[in-house]
C-alpha cells in the first residue's frame, strides 16, 4: 500500500481517504502507512528545517505516542529533555550505564531527575565488569574498544528501542563528518522488521546555540564541560581537547574510532526504499 502513495506532505494524504482513485482503505491504515513512509518522511523532514525543536517535539509526541529519548547527558541531551518536559512531563527517557561513566556524569544525572521528575530507564550491558573481563580480559577498551563499544553500549541500546516507535537523539550535524547527513526524521527498521522513527531534533542547531539555550534556561550540565572537555563518555576513553580542536576530538584518541556503534548500527530508509 505504501508503494502507491505520492506523498507531498502528511497533512495531505492523511486528509485522503483513497489511494491513486481505485482502492479504499481506511483512514487508520493511511496514518499508519503514512507514519512510516520514507518519502513521506523525507518531506516532513525538509519542512522541519525551518521549525523550532520543540515544534519536531510536539509532532512526535502528536504522531508517535510511543517515543523516548536517549541521552548520554550530554549538552544536547541536557537540552532535549529540558525542551521535550516542557512539552511532556513524563517523557521516558533512557540512558546506557555502561559501568564506565565518570563520577560527575553520575551526579548530572541525579540532579536531572530531581530537577525534572525525569521518567528515566538506566540501561545496563547483559555481563557485569567482572564477567566481561572473565571473558575477554581486562581493559578491553583497550584491547578491542569496537567489541567493548558493542557489550557496554549497542545491544543495551538495541534492547532499550526495541518496541519504540519513535527514538528521540541529540545528534548534530556539525558534531563530525559523520554526522554531517543526519536528518531531523529518518525511518528505520528494528530488528523484528517493525519501522520507527529516529527523531533529530537538533540536527541543524549549531553547539553555541545549544549552550545558548542551556544558559538561557539554567539547563544542569556536566561540569566536565567546564573542564576543558567537550563531548563526555566513558572514562577511559575520554579526555579534554584543546583550543580549535574538534569536539569528539578526546573520544577513543589514537584508536581511529569516531562512534560507538549507537548511531550507526542501522542502515537508514530513504527516498527511493519502499517499505
Ligand atoms: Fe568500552 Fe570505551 Fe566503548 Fe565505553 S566508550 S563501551 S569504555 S570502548
Request: aromatic letters at 10%; proline letters at 5%; hydrophobic letters at 35%.
Amino acid at each position: 500500500m505504501t508503494k502507491a502513495l505520492k506523498a507531498e506532505n502528511f497533512e495531505t494524504y492523511t486528509k485522503s481517504s483513497q489511494i491513486d482513485g481505485s482502492t479504499t482503505v481506511s483512514q487508520n491504515e493511511i496514518d499508519a502507512a503514512l507514519r512510516y513512509d520514507p518519502v513521506t518522511l523525507a518531506h516532513k523532514s525538509l519542512e522541519f528545517e525551518s521549525a523550532t525543536p520543540q515544534e519536531v517535539l510536539r509532532f512526535v509526541f502528536e504522531t508517535y505516542p510511543n517515543a523516548a529519548i536517549s541521552t548520554a547527558f550530554g549538552l544536547e541531551g541536557c537540552a532535549l529533555i529540558d525542551m521535550a518536559v516542557r512539552i511532556k512531563p513524563d517523557v521516558p527517557v533512557f540512558t546506557i550505564d555502561t559501568d564506565y561513566l565518570f563520577p560527575e556524569t553520575l551526579a548530572l544525572k541525579d540532579l536531572l531527575i530531581a530537577r525534572y521528575k525525569l521518567n528515566l530507564k538506566i540501561v545496563r550491558p547483559r555481563l557485569t565488569m567482572a564477567e566481561q573481563e572473565a571473558k575477554h580480559g581486562a581493559k578491553l577498551y583497550e584491547s578491542n574498544a569496537d567489541l567493548c563499544c558493542a557489550i557496554r553500549k549497542v545491544e543495551p541500546n538495541r534492547r532499550a528501542i526495541t518496541g519504540l516507535e519513535a527514538w528521540i537523539a541529540g545528534l548534530r550535524r556539525d558534531q563530525t563528518a559523520s554526522r554531517a547527513k543526519t536528518d531531523i526524521l529518518e525511518r528505520f527498521d528494528h530488528d523484528d522488521g517493525r519501522p520507527y522513527v529516529k527523531v533529530n531534533p537538533l540536527a541543524n542547531w549549531t553547539r553555541e546555540r545549544v549552550w545558548d539555550y542551556v544558559v538561557d534556561k539554567a539547563v544542569p550540565y556536566n561540569e566536565l564541560l567546564d573542564r576543558g572537555y567537550k563531548s563526555i563518555g566513558c572514562w577511559p576513553c575520554t579526555r579534554p581537547v584543546a583550543q580549535g580542536e574538534d569536539e569528539r576530538a578526546g573520544r577513543w584518541v589514537g584508536r581511529g574510532k569516531t562512534e560507538c556503534g549507537i548511531h550507526t548500527f542501522a542502515q537508514k530508509r530513504r527516498y527511493g526504499d519502499v517499505s
